[in-house]
C-alpha cells in the first residue's frame, strides 16, 4: 500500500533562516505530488505541484522554492524566511487527474 | 476571489442526527469535487467524491450530493457520530487547466457533534 512520509512534525525557526521540508511517497509510482499550506483560520492553498522529476509549478508566488530530486522525494525550500511563512505544511500525492489526493500528517511552521 | 466557498465557519449537531455541510463553487471549469476530514495537527483525510457526471454518491453514512446548475454541493453524514467532530473541507478540480490538477479547497467547517 502506499504511504506517505513528511518530516519534520513541527518546526520553529528564526526569520532569516533557511528552510528545508521533505516528503517521500512510498509503493507508487511516478506520482503527481503537491506542496500545500494552512495559514491560522484559513483553507488549504496550493503552493507547488509536480507531475515529474525537476518539474515543478508554482501556483502562487511566494517566498518558497519546491524541488523534486527524485521521482517519490519532494522538498519545500526557502533561503531566508519570513514571519508570514509561518503556517501549517502539507505534502500530497495523487496518480491520476479525478482520484483523491492523499495527504502527509504535515509540519507546524513556525516562523520567529 | 475564492473559488470553493464554505460559509459555515462551524456546525453544531446532535449526536444521531443528520449533518448537511455546504459548499458552493464559482469556476464551472471544475469537474471533481471532495470532501475531507481534519483532525488538528494532522493532514487531511479523504472521505468521498463525486463527478460532475453524476449528482450523488453514497458511501456508509455520508453522501455527497452536486446541484451543478446552483453550483453548489452539501455532504451529508448521517446518523452523527461523536468521531465525526472535526473540520471538513470541501476541494475541487479541474479548474487550473494542468495536468497535475491541484485540489481548490474552501476554508473548511468545524462540525462539531454535541451527546
Known amino acids: 500500500s502506499q504511504t506517505i512520509h513528511q518530516w519534520p512534525a513541527t518546526l520553529v525557526q528564526p526569520v532569516g533562516s533557511p528552510l528545508s521540508l521533505e516528503c517521500t511517497v512510498e509503493g507508487t509510482s511516478n506520482p503527481n505530488l503537491y506542496w500545500y499550506r494552512q495559514a491560522a483560520g484559513r483553507g488549504l492553498q496550493l503552493l507547488f505541484y509536480?507531475?515529474?522529476?525537476?518539474?515543478i509549478s508554482s501556483e502562487v508566488p511566494q517566498n518558497l522554492s519546491a524541488s523534486r530530486p527524485q521521482d517519490r522525494q519532494f522538498i519545500l525550500s526557502s533561503k531566508k524566511l519570513l514571519l508570514s511563512d509561518s503556517g501549517f505544511y502539507l505534502c500530497a500525492w495523487s496518480l491520476l487527474r479525478h482520484t483523491e489526493a492523499f495527504f502527509g500528517q504535515g509540519t507546524r511552521l513556525t516562523v520567529v | 476571489d475564492q473559488q470553493v466557498k464554505q460559509n459555515s465557519p462551524s456546525l453544531s449537531v446532535q449526536e444521531g442526527r443528520i449533518s448537511i455541510l455546504n459548499c458552493d463553487y464559482t469556476?464551472?471549469?471544475?469537474?471533481?469535487f471532495l470532501w475531507y476530514k481534519k483532525y488538528p495537527a494532522e493532514g487531511p483525510t479523504f472521505l468521498i467524491s463525486?463527478?460532475?457526471?453524476?449528482d450523488k454518491n453514497e458511501d456508509g453514512r455520508f453522501t455527497v450530493f452536486l446541484n451543478k446548475s446552483a453550483k453548489h454541493l452539501s455532504l451529508h453524514i448521517v446518523p452523527s457520530q461523536p468521531g465525526d467532530s472535526a473540520v471538513y473541507f470541501c476541494?475541487?478540480?479541474?479548474?487550473?487547466?494542468?495536468?497535475?490538477?491541484?485540489?481548490?479547497f474552501g476554508k473548511g467547517t468545524h462540525l462539531i457533534i454535541q451527546p
Open positions: 509536480s507531475v515529474g522529476i525537476g518539474q
Open positions: 463525486i463527478s460532475s457526471i453524476k
Open positions: 469556476n464551472s471549469m471544475f469537474d471533481y
Open positions: 476541494a475541487a478540480s479541474g479548474g487550473s487547466g494542468g495536468g497535475a490538477d491541484g485540489l481548490t
